[in-house]
């Protein structure tokens, strides 16, 4: 249970989310997420993070991080929209809801598939937040027997999501992962002050920012995706009619499924590596063999077929905030951006942030909470307006982003370099769409490279090889390695799967193996 | 009679010819070790800046209405940056003409030289820019380091704003090192730090070169993670700022869950006046005894190390406008509300060096004997130390 200090921290982190600035940055995250999770193609939370992150930053810490949860928080919610309207994913875990949520919009039933995937996510978002809350202590009683020994073991663990990013391209994946810690490894080496990389360059004694290059991986792609598949000009949505107090009732009606998806989501988003991916086809996989009927009807616009990924989605996104912030394991790539932007301003998530910004962390617990209420009404209430905005044109859209992206990347630092960087990334980014080569294991490797060898180089300067014989990492170490094993045979094999589900609707012909998800399309 | 009182001046003359003898020795003995400047801390206020009335007229009326810029070293969202964040509340209302603080240009990079560059030759040069520099940029300029694109000299240095010349040294209880003699014996100490070359790791390898102990010194953490590891018992101990310490660890010396053994500076430290300064302890234990090589070497570090976080304008800054803003930030640091808060948020005590006292040291230590900068070199880096 709670013990006095957290309890204290937890209420007074009630009231600093309560305070105007922060519960202000809060909506305007909601608002960036809502717009980023609906836009055309879904501009993904990465870019949104790249985005932000470099504002976010120079904000006071609760208000930053009630900036970035909300703009996250909200993304699960935003993401039925596109598979209901167009037919196509919206975010990553979004794929399964394709399958019953276009069938459903296309015979006139968009508003109450809508209204049923917005509230199953908003039951499954604060369940998952009481999840959060209990996971606090349970995890804090095994803290002080986690070393930086152990905390390399499971920053290693947070690196096998690359096998989940690369989807049925997991040696190129390992090659973009690789890429990754090798940029990460660029500039004044922080244990010893050894230069490296640094050919000369002032520049680079620093190491190069992540943002910048993250802002160039996915901005200019994303935006010269718009311009070649012309989206919003080409592409007609579905009319969104049909009942949204029906889809409410639904949601309800079909409580026990809510639960059983959002406890799938959470463990799937609570194990790293496993990723957004598999989570809504592992619950929609489960409600087909467990509801009534399902074998025949789902697949043909079943309203449960909705329900189950819609609340797994969004019990995953909470769910992959858990080890992000209690152990420092990236739950997934989002999460990923969400971790750089912590360390970035200071706070180290894992027994760092666990101990001495308890009362942060709180914060956090309570943004996901405010952040999935708000989200998901103001989707059941701005059903329409938002709906409209899927239908923007990619006029507006890609000047938006390469505007933007210019604006974040040289106001960072301010510097030419940066913008230089920028532009080279995403001439990089554009190169690896073109190739194949997925771009999310690379931002996985640039951030996680720092812990990496910062734990590694601890531990061994602290106990030599001895480390590897601590009774922790004798039990951590198979552990670790058996899901590493099981996560990429899982990955290629929920890939296959995925696929072959997904070949059933003719408009989800983008393999979801890619984080990109069908941004990439366009391009290849 | 006569023969009593004979004897008598012949014992009192020989008392006070031993007295003197013995005085002799022992301060020739203080002066074979060097000349400890063993004085009493001198505490600088904003009336140690002497500035006329005319002047802060003058100042007056090009200020107002005017906006600061800041240019800084860090990282938004950084410790140092909330420093400044406190600081921009604050400033504007003690200088003259009451400008308007404007945003913050972070020009990270190059440790910390980027900036400085920009501040020294970019930033405008009317005292409507103030930069916030890096310790490590003096360095840089004293060791004449790749990428120096100024004259330290030059810059219109305003104030120091945080010192960290009270470094406490200690350790965990229950890992055998209670007593100096104790730590001097012991096989292998862990201690932890940040980084290498950062004042607390030059600390440390101060300790080994003087006196010897066997510290394995692990690079890497954070200040926090510090704290956590020693907690659990990965590292035995750590250099922390003495101020900081008291403020965020005194739980742990309440509990007597710590032994304190030595501090920085060459007097001791007004809050912990029962912890010896390692000046004290090198005099002592070193052996070979302490010499004046030993001196100079703690002198480079103490210069070094004792100014943390600087404040500077753009050389040829108009000298009125230079005094004003100096005056403000000792003014600033004065005020209890700026001292409250900035204590309460940073965990650091603010206090006021006035620009000419940091020039001083700069021009001290760009003065030394080159074998002596080689010498602390050698001691900030990560090679092995030469022998005493």
């Given at each position: 249970m709670l013990d006095a200090a957290m309890l204290d921290a937890a209420v007074s982190a009630w009231f600093v989310v309560l305070q105007p600035a922060v519960f202000g940055a809060l909506f305007i995250g909601i608002i960036i997420g809502t717009f980023i999770a609906i836009a055309p193609q879904g501009l993904g939370t990465p870019l949104a993070y790249s985005l932000l992150i470099p504002v976010a930053v120079t904000l006071?810490?609760?208000?930053?991080?009630?900036?970035?949860?909300?703009?996250?928080?909200?993304?699960?919610?935003?993401?039925?929209?596109?598979?209901?309207?167009?037919?196509?994913?919206?975010?990553?875990?979004?794929?399964?809801?394709?399958l019953?949520?276009?069938?459903?919009?296309?015979?006139?039933?968009?508003?109450?598939?809508?209204?049923?995937?917005?509230?199953?996510?908003?039951?499954?978002?604060?369940?998952?937040?009481?999840?959060?809350?209990?996971?606090?202590?349970?995890?804090?009683?095994?803290?002080?027997?986690?070393?930086?020994?152990?905390?390399?073991?499971?920053?290693?663990?947070?690196?096998?999501?690359?096998?989940?990013?690369?989807?049925?391209?997991?040696?190129?994946?390992?090659?973009?992962?690789?890429?990754?810690?090798?940029?990460?490894?660029?500039?004044?080496?922080?244990?010893?002050?050894?230069?490296?990389?640094?050919?000369?360059?002032?520049?680079?004694?620093?190491?190069?920012?992540i943002p910048v290059i993250t802002l160039g991986l996915f901005g200019i792609p994303a935006a010269l995706n718009l311009?070649?598949?012309?989206?919003?000009?080409?592409?007609?949505?579905?009319?969104?009619?049909?009942?949204?107090?029906?889809?409410?009732?639904?949601?309800?009606?079909?409580?026990?499924?809510?639960?059983?998806?959002?406890?799938?989501?959470?463990?799937?988003?609570?194990?790293?590596?496993?990723?957004?991916?598999?989570?809504?086809?592992?619950?929609?996989?489960?409600?087909?063999?467990?509801?009534?009927?399902?074998?025949?009807?789902?697949?043909?616009?079943?309203?449960?077929?909705?329900?189950?990924?819609?609340?797994?989605?969004?019990?995953?996104?909470?769910?992959?905030?858990?080890?992000?912030?209690?152990?420092?394991?990236?739950?997934s790539l989002t999460k990923a951006f969400f971790m750089l932007a912590l360390i970035m301003m200071g706070i180290t998530p894992g027994p760092d942030l666990f101990t001495k910004h308890l009362e942060l962390l709180f914060v956090m617990i309570w943004v996901m909470f405010w952040a999935s209420l708000f989200g998901g009404l103001s989707c059941l209430i701005f059903i329409k307006p938002f709906a409209k905005i899927a239908e923007l044109p990619y006029t507006i859209l890609t000047p938006m982003i390469v505007g933007f992206g210019f604006v974040?990347?040289?106001?960072?630092?301010?510097?030419?370099?940066?913008?230089?960087?920028?532009?080279?990334?995403?001439l990089l980014g554009l190169v690896m769409m073109r190739y194949g080569y997925p771009r999310a294991p690379l931002v996985l490797g640039l951030i996680l490279a720092t812990l990496l060898e910062k734990y590694l180089y601890i531990s061994t300067q602290r106990y030599g090889f001895a480390w590897l014989g601590r009774p922790?990492?004798?039990?951590?170490?198979?552990?670790?390695?058996?899901?590493?094993?099981?996560?990429?045979?899982?990955?290629?094999?929920?890939?296959?799967?995925?696929?072959?589900?997904?070949?059933?609707?003719?408009?989800?012909?983008?393999?979801?193996?890619?984080?990109?998800?069908?941004?990439?399309?366009?391009?290849? | 009679m006569k023969m009593l009182r004979r004897i008598r001046y012949i014992k009192f003359g020989k008392v006070f010819t031993l007295a003197v003898l013995l005085v002799g020795i022992g301060l020739a003995s203080d002066l074979c070790a060097g000349d400890a400047p063993e004085v009493a801390e001198r505490v600088y206020t904003a009336a140690d800046i002497k500035i006329t009335d005319a002047q802060r007229r003058a100042a007056e009326g090009f200020y107002r209405g005017k906006t600061i810029e800041w240019v800084s070293y860090t990282n938004p969202g950084s410790g140092t940056e909330m420093m400044l964040r406190i600081m921009a509340k604050y400033l504007p209302k003690y200088i003259p003409g009451n400008p308007r603080m404007g945003s913050v240009q972070f020009m990270r990079g190059g440790g910390g030289l980027?900036?400085?560059?920009?501040?020294?030759?970019?930033?405008?040069?009317?005292?409507?820019?103030?930069?916030?520099?890096?310790?490590?940029?003096?360095?840089?300029?004293?060791?004449?380091?790749?990428?120096?694109?100024?004259?330290?000299?030059?810059f219109t240095w305003i104030a120091n704003y945080l010192p960290q010349n009270h470094r406490l040294i200690y350790t965990r209880k229950g890992i055998g090192v209670d007593t100096l003699e104790q730590l001097m014996k012991a096989p292998r100490v862990n201690m932890g730090v940040t980084e290498v070359g950062h004042n607390f790791y030059n600390e440390m390898r101060l300790g080994i070169y003087l006196l010897g102990f066997k510290f394995n010194i692990i690079s890497g953490y954070s200040d926090k993670e510090i704290d956590l590891a020693i907690e659990r018992g990965e590292l035995d101990g750590e250099v922390d700022a003495a101020d900081s310490f008291l403020v965020e660890k005194r739980h742990w010396l309440e509990q007597g869950k710590v032994v304190l053994h030595w501090m920085s500076e060459p007097g001791r430290f007004r809050k912990l006046p029962n912890v010896p300064t390692i000046l004290e302890l090198a005099k002592k234990y070193t052996n070979p005894p302490f010499g004046p090589k030993d001196l100079a070497l703690m002198q480079t570090n103490w210069d070094l190390g004792r100014y943390a976080r600087y404040l500077a304008m753009p050389p040829e800054v108009p000298v009125e406008r230079a005094l004003a803003v100096?005056?403000?930030?000792?003014?600033?640091?004065?005020?209890?509300?700026?001292?409250?808060?900035f204590s309460k948020l940073t965990g650091f005590d603010a206090e006021f060096t006035p620009g000419h006292i940091l020039l001083e040291t700069f021009r001290r230590l760009s003065d030394q004997p080159k074998e002596n900068l080689e010498l602390w070199l050698k001691l900030t880096g990560p090679e092995p130390l030469p022998k005493r």
């Amino acid at each position: 249970m709670l013990d006095a200090a957290m309890l204290d921290a937890a209420v007074s982190a009630w009231f600093v989310v309560l305070q105007p600035a922060v519960f202000g940055a809060l909506f305007i995250g909601i608002i960036i997420g809502t717009f980023i999770a609906i836009a055309p193609q879904g501009l993904g939370t990465p870019l949104a993070y790249s985005l932000l992150i470099p504002v976010a930053v120079t904000l006071p810490p609760p208000v930053a991080i009630a900036l970035l949860l909300g703009m996250d928080g909200v993304t699960s919610f935003g993401d039925s929209f596109l598979p209901v309207l167009f037919g196509i994913p919206g975010g990553a875990g979004s794929q399964a809801i394709i399958l019953d949520g276009a069938p459903m919009g296309r015979r006139g039933e968009a508003r109450r598939a809508l209204g049923a995937g917005f509230t199953a996510s908003i039951l499954s978002a604060l369940l998952s937040v009481f999840v959060w809350i209990l996971a606090v202590p349970l995890i804090g009683s095994i803290l002080p027997l986690i070393g930086s020994p152990e905390l390399f073991l499971l920053v290693l663990w947070g690196m096998s999501m690359v096998s989940v990013m690369s989807g049925s391209r997991p040696i190129k994946g390992l090659i973009v992962a690789a890429f990754g810690l090798l940029i990460a490894v660029v500039g004044m080496e922080p244990f010893t002050g050894v230069e490296r990389f640094m050919f000369g360059q002032l520049y680079l004694l620093d190491g190069i920012d992540i943002p910048v290059i993250t802002l160039g991986l996915f901005g200019i792609p994303a935006a010269l995706n718009l311009v070649v598949r012309r989206i919003g000009k080409e592409q007609p949505a579905v009319k969104l009619v049909g009942s949204l107090w029906e889809g409410i009732k639904d949601a309800f009606r079909h409580l026990r499924l809510v639960i059983q998806s959002s406890l799938i989501g959470l463990l799937v988003g609570f194990t790293p590596g496993l990723g957004a991916f598999i989570g809504d086809w592992l619950a929609y996989g489960f409600a087909a063999q467990t509801c009534k009927g399902a074998r025949e009807t789902f697949g043909t616009g079943d309203v449960r077929g909705v329900i189950a990924p819609d609340a797994a989605n969004s019990a995953l996104d909470c769910g992959a905030l858990i080890p992000t912030t209690l152990l420092g394991v990236p739950g997934s790539l989002t999460k990923a951006f969400f971790m750089l932007a912590l360390i970035m301003m200071g706070i180290t998530p894992g027994p760092d942030l666990f101990t001495k910004h308890l009362e942060l962390l709180f914060v956090m617990i309570w943004v996901m909470f405010w952040a999935s209420l708000f989200g998901g009404l103001s989707c059941l209430i701005f059903i329409k307006p938002f709906a409209k905005i899927a239908e923007l044109p990619y006029t507006i859209l890609t000047p938006m982003i390469v505007g933007f992206g210019f604006v974040g990347a040289f106001g960072t630092n301010r510097h030419e370099g940066d913008l230089f960087v920028f532009l080279l990334s995403g001439l990089l980014g554009l190169v690896m769409m073109r190739y194949g080569y997925p771009r999310a294991p690379l931002v996985l490797g640039l951030i996680l490279a720092t812990l990496l060898e910062k734990y590694l180089y601890i531990s061994t300067q602290r106990y030599g090889f001895a480390w590897l014989g601590r009774p922790q990492i004798m039990i951590l170490l198979p552990l670790v390695s058996g899901l590493f094993i099981y996560t990429l045979w899982k990955g290629k094999q929920s890939m296959k799967h995925a696929q072959e589900m997904a070949l059933r609707e003719e408009h989800a012909a983008d393999p979801p193996g890619s984080q990109q998800g069908s941004s990439e399309r366009g391009l290849k | 009679m006569k023969m009593l009182r004979r004897i008598r001046y012949i014992k009192f003359g020989k008392v006070f010819t031993l007295a003197v003898l013995l005085v002799g020795i022992g301060l020739a003995s203080d002066l074979c070790a060097g000349d400890a400047p063993e004085v009493a801390e001198r505490v600088y206020t904003a009336a140690d800046i002497k500035i006329t009335d005319a002047q802060r007229r003058a100042a007056e009326g090009f200020y107002r209405g005017k906006t600061i810029e800041w240019v800084s070293y860090t990282n938004p969202g950084s410790g140092t940056e909330m420093m400044l964040r406190i600081m921009a509340k604050y400033l504007p209302k003690y200088i003259p003409g009451n400008p308007r603080m404007g945003s913050v240009q972070f020009m990270r990079g190059g440790g910390g030289l980027l900036s400085a560059n920009f501040l020294y030759s970019r930033a405008p040069k009317d005292g409507t820019a103030i930069g916030q520099i890096s310790a490590g940029t003096h360095r840089a300029y004293i060791f004449k380091r790749k990428g120096v694109e100024f004259d330290l000299n030059k810059f219109t240095w305003i104030a120091n704003y945080l010192p960290q010349n009270h470094r406490l040294i200690y350790t965990r209880k229950g890992i055998g090192v209670d007593t100096l003699e104790q730590l001097m014996k012991a096989p292998r100490v862990n201690m932890g730090v940040t980084e290498v070359g950062h004042n607390f790791y030059n600390e440390m390898r101060l300790g080994i070169y003087l006196l010897g102990f066997k510290f394995n010194i692990i690079s890497g953490y954070s200040d926090k993670e510090i704290d956590l590891a020693i907690e659990r018992g990965e590292l035995d101990g750590e250099v922390d700022a003495a101020d900081s310490f008291l403020v965020e660890k005194r739980h742990w010396l309440e509990q007597g869950k710590v032994v304190l053994h030595w501090m920085s500076e060459p007097g001791r430290f007004r809050k912990l006046p029962n912890v010896p300064t390692i000046l004290e302890l090198a005099k002592k234990y070193t052996n070979p005894p302490f010499g004046p090589k030993d001196l100079a070497l703690m002198q480079t570090n103490w210069d070094l190390g004792r100014y943390a976080r600087y404040l500077a304008m753009p050389p040829e800054v108009p000298v009125e406008r230079a005094l004003a803003v100096q005056e403000a930030v000792g003014k600033m640091i004065e005020d209890k509300e700026f001292f409250q808060e900035f204590s309460k948020l940073t965990g650091f005590d603010a206090e006021f060096t006035p620009g000419h006292i940091l020039l001083e040291t700069f021009r001290r230590l760009s003065d030394q004997p080159k074998e002596n900068l080689e010498l602390w070199l050698k001691l900030t880096g990560p090679e092995p130390l030469p022998k005493r």
